[in-house]
């Protein structure tokens, strides 16, 4: 959930992109492309570190360069924006997996204004409110004169709040002037005329539910951005960058705040934001994207599901969610085995790089060979200091640091082994077969999807898979391609289908012969990974946590004759 934009959209530029308009290129296309920028800038500086944490404590695959950048859009992970579609519509270019819920606002606190500030309030008409919070700013000075300057020439009574730069700091309160401590946005915006604040999206939400014109001088972030919404509306004028903030803009900004023309904007907004339930919407888009079908057991209503069972029967391999309690009632009346059972996964995203050609997919692949391979490199260099240093700090011994210092040593050289291994036996292999067996799509042909490999067993019936239909499909095409191409388009029509059915015998049956190896090579590396793995760690847990129910029922079997005649029913169909 996000209070700014992140998801790419021709409507509007990203918040943190400085865009520099060119009247040479379409203003949507540099909208597009700033979030593609700003996505890869973040990377840069944060790939690293997440695909560390995936690798060393998650043992996740790490995200691929190629996505790594985009990789929320390129899996349509769900997004809710929270900022109301009365301000920001939902762009049309958006996907159901995006939502706009509206802002969430809370409830007006309870509070009660000290006498000083009930009187200033009581005294005239209802004052100009300026603050920017956190902010701090180099010369508060110079700000506090320049909005008493403005708002004397405007003859306005104005609030100052002090916030972190103890604006109006050293000023006494006056008829016209009341230097303001903390205070609930809610409850003050109420009794004010117009405020001039930061631009950020509480403090912008908060201004515009109560209708009150709004001028946002912006600091970083996302804060123009907010300011440019709020112009877009007429709700108040352009920002006012703090760079710029000088008596004259003030005033003309001031004077639009407080025209007619401003007042019927923010009332317009204000009636819409009033409509809206930001809580309540989100919530909806939570749980509707929430794969609720997959989380119950299949035995007993009511429970989450824990475990996912496989087991055949008569129409074939059936799957079924079980949860703690359906899991040991099958244990226990000797239905099933603890063996039979595995951690239930409701949704998986699959980060894999696609490979559409045999030199693309080869060279990708032997570059991520070489950086694995130079950062284990690098590994048995930095790492035996690491050690060494850890373990002085932790009180041991000069011997002892020494001995882990060198345990550092010899996991960098199996690390290095271990990336030449894994490269050239699944990496490499993998990549010119998924490439081989991806490129007759580029041209139009159909692509058969032959299952995904998870562990050793699915990797010799994938391999399997693609070996025949590799062969048969590339004998098949040299024939049936011609046929079919001269059917839907005479002379050109053949020509075309001779060539690719040319094309598909030489990939398909090298795509069947490369998977020969590679997709074994990958199912036998993830049935290891999970047999030592993160996967490991999770298996015990949840074992052990059926384990302590058991000891809580005293290891007495439980009653689930309803279930287990359930479990008999659907498996013997």
Known sequence: MFTMPWTATRAFPHPLANIQRNKDLDPQVTNWLSYGVVELMTWQGLGDVINSWRRKDLQLAPIPASIGPGV???????????????????????????????????NEPSYKPPADLDAFLSAGPPPLYVGFGSIVVDDPGRLTDVIL????????????????????????????????????????????????????????????????PTIVVPFFGDQPFWGRVIAKSGAGPLPIPQKEFRTEQLVEAIRY??????????QEVASAMQQERGVDT?????????????????LICGQRAAWLLEKQSKSGTK????????????????????????PLRTKEYDTDVKRWDPITGGASSFLGIVTDFTVALGGTFIDP????????????????????????????????????????????????????????????????????????????????????????????????????????????????????GSVGLFLKPGAAMFGLVAYPAQGIHKS?????????????????????????????????????????AYFTQ
């Open 72 to 106: 929320t859009t390129f899996l349509k992970i769900p997004h809710t924006y929270c900022w109301s579609p009365a301000v920001v519509p939902k762009p049309a270019d958006w996907g159901p997996e995006i939502d706009v819920c509206g802002f969430f606002m809370r």
């Open 149 to 212: 300057e403005a708002a004397g020439i405007c003859g306005i009574r104005v609030i100052i709040s002090r916030g972190w730069s103890k604006l109006g700091e050293g000023k006494s309160n006056t008829d016209s002037v009341f230097c303001l401590g903390d205070c609930p946005h809610e409850w003050l915006f109420k009794r004010v005329s117009a405020v001039v604040h930061h631009g950020g999206a509480g403090t912008t939400a908060c201004g515009l539910i109560n209708a009150r």
């Open 257 to 266: 705040c407080l025209s007619p023309e401003a007042n019927h904007a923010v």
């Open 282 to 298: 989100a919530t909806e888009s939570f749980h509707r994207n929430v794969p609720a079908n997959y989380l119950g057991c299949d």
């Open 319 to 342: 799957r079924m969610r079980l949860s703690n309690q359906a899991a040991l009632s099958l244990i226990d009346a000797k239905k099933i085995k603890m063996a039979d059972l595995k």
């Open 385 to 500: 200091w690491k050690e060494y240093k850890r373990s002085r700090a932790t009180g041991h011994e000069a011997g002892q640091a020494s001995g882990a210092a060198a345990m550092a040593v010899g996991k960098g050289f199996a690390s290095m082994t271990g990336a030449i291994v894994k490269g050239g036996l699944v990496s490499m292999p993998l990549a010119i077969a998924e490439g081989l067996h991806n490129t007759p799509g580029l041209y139009g042909d159909k692509v058969r999807d032959n299952g995904k490999v998870e562990d050793w067993k699915s990797g010799g019936v994938v391999a399997a898979k693609t070996f025949g239909t590799g062969f048969y499909d590339g004998l098949t095409g040299v024939f049936a391609d011609p046929y079919k191409g001269a059917n839907e388009g005479g002379a050109l029509g053949l020509a075309k289908g001779v060539a690719t």
């Open 528 to 568: 290891l990974k999970a047999r030592t793995g993160r996967s490991h760690e999770v298996l015990k847990a949840k074992t052990a946590l059926l384990d302590h129910d058991q000891r809580q029922n005293n290891g007495n079997p439980r009653d689930g004759s309803k279930a287990l005649q359930v479990f008999d």
